[in-house]
């Protein structure tokens, strides 16, 4: 129980549908005060006082397991060594994979429980083969199987989404109607470890001289000028538009674009957003959520709330290739592409790099 409204509401499902139900909020910060501030639903004091009340008025025993350490290792500082190595990772995903349906499934299991539950937005079903499918929320727009691509079937099997066959307004009018005084509280779109949304200035505090890539010019693709200069790559990601501080105008006028993040030298190319898109993607560390497949002609998606993408996608092993019949923009290594087969969740790979497309 997060402090938000969806885990509690799918708690209160739970309790409805027969289980027996324990709430357990996740204490990730080692000093709560340097996380997020406010009421925001995940990472602060405030969030833990709304999830004990919650259990309250449900009537369930509340817990807090202390996670800081293993969150700190398997998230915080993986985010620092991805963006350092000239990567964009995605923390609340790898927070799923490591923290929540890893750590917690385990202490759960272990303490005989049967199944974790969150209010995540997904749906789970019973397949042909006798497997756990996952597949897309009913509300497409709160979708967040994406977040979710990386569990397996020992974790699926394990796992409880209650609120997949529904949207966001029914889930707040249903929390007021039970009481739950979280029912308007707002959601998190933040990462909840940098307390004011500045990903580049708080990379900047912890990475400091640490990174090999703390300075190093900004050149243009297109003249091989150099445009500017930075304090670190890791204030940077592909497709980035915004604050990347130009002192040279593009020759045409228009606004340039990250297009390539080269740590070792700390040079950043920038150029225009038609160099942006990409047809080709190789992808590393796969996540299969079912049978390992060798070919799936299906959709990919490549951000949390990012569009599908018509491609095929082909596994060897530990690689995964995807081409895409539809090109997209702004792909940066060290996201996840998340493969379906209609609405199912096939599984996941990290994008190790990618190729722009080739003009006619």
């Not at 109607?177 to 912890?206: M, Q, Y």
């Amino acid at each position: 129980m997060s402090g938000g409204v969806d885990s509690a509401v799918a708690a209160a499902r739970a309790v409805e549908a027969g289980h027996e139900v324990t709430g357990v909020h996740l204490a990730l910060s080692r000093n709560p005060a340097s996380y997020r501030s406010g009421a925001r639903g995940c990472c602060t004091i405030e969030d833990s006082n709304d999830a004990r009340r919650a259990a309250d008025v449900i009537g369930i025993p509340f817990y807090v397991w202390d996670l800081s350490d293993r969150f700190h290792e398997d998230v915080v500082e993986d985010f620092m060594d991805e963006y350092a190595a000239g990567r964009t990772p995605n923390p609340c995903l790898r927070c799923n994979e490591k923290i929540k349906f890893a750590a917690v499934l385990d202490r759960a299991l272990a303490l005989g429980f049967d199944a974790v539950a969150t209010g995540h937005y997904a749906q789970l079903r019973p397949g042909a083969d006798g497997l756990v499918e996952m597949h897309r929320a009913e509300d497409h727009g709160k979708d967040q199987s994406y977040v979710l691509g990386v569990l397996d079937q020992s974790q699926l099997r394990h796992s409880l989404f209650p609120l997949g066959d529904t949207d966001k307004p029914s889930v707040r009018r249903e929390a007021e109607a039970r009481g739950l005084l979280v029912a308007d509280k707002p959601d998190s779109h933040d990462i909840c470890f940098v307390a004011d949304g500045d990903n580049a200035g708080w990379l900047r505090e912890k990475l400091g001289d640490r990174a090999p890539n703390h300075g190093g010019d900004i050149v243009d693709a297109e003249t091989g000028e150099t445009v500017g200069s930075h304090t670190g790559t890791y204030g940077f990601t592909i497709g980035q538009r915004r604050g990347l501080r130009l002192g040279t105008p593009a020759p045409d006028g228009k606004p340039r674009f990250v297009l390539d993040i080269e740590p070792v030298s700390g040079t950043v190319t920038v150029g225009p957003r038609d160099r942006l898109a990409v047809d080709h993607i190789d992808g590393i560390r796969p996540r299969w959520c079912g049978t390992v497949p060798e070919r799936v002609d299906g959709t990919v998606q490549l951000r949390a709330h990012g569009a599908e993408h018509r491609a095929a996608v082909v596994v060897d092993g530990d690689r995964v290739t995807i081409d895409l019949l539809d090109p997209a923009e702004g792909i940066a290594p060290g996201q996840a592409a998340v493969i379906y087969d209609g609405t199912r969740v096939v599984g996941s790979a990290t994008i190790e790099s990618t190729r722009a497309v080739v003009p006619a």
